[in-house]
Nanobody, 124 residues
Framework: QVQLVESGGGLVQAGGSLRLSCAAS????????MGWFRQPPGKEREFVAA????????YYADSVKGRFTISRDNAKNTVDLQMNSLKPEDTAVYYC?????????????????WGQGTQVTVSS
């Protein structure tokens, strides 16, 4: 059984920063790609960032490119999302997810385990 637990969400002013962290259980964490998704109020869940099993390949949604950075520590079974220059439109519930294999993917349907989500609110 894989469990993912996100932390680090909160309320921040526009232009500020937050760092989200996702702690994963299970000994096979390092074999899988990981991703971050978000769901703004009243909207569909959308891709934010993904990272390969090794951490060498990363992918970002155009809306966050240059502002967000995804990273992972396979020794600690964690994946982080550093969010800088936050905008009100970044307000959403952010979810950590484990990919179905080692290759990162932008489709939420390619992820098989999800965390419970953490709220990020950016005020203008």
């Amino acid at each position: 059984q894989v469990q993912l637990v996100e932390s680090g969400g909160g309320l921040v002013q526009a232009g500020g920063s937050l760092r989200l962290s996702c702690a994963a259980s299970g000994r096979t964490f390092s074999s899988y790609a990981m991703g971050w998704f978000r769901q703004p109020p009243g909207k569909e869940r959308e891709f934010v960032a993904a990272i390969s099993w090794s951490g060498l390949s990363t992918y970002y949604a155009d809306s966050v490119k240059g502002r967000f950075t995804i990273s992972r520590d396979n020794a600690k079974n964690t994946v982080d999302l550093q969010m800088n220059s936050l905008k009100p439109e970044d307000t959403a519930v952010y979810y950590c997810a484990r990919g179905g294999d080692a290759v990162p993917n932008v489709s939420r349907y390619q992820y098989d385990y999800w965390g419970q989500g953490t709220q990020v609110t950016v005020s203008s």
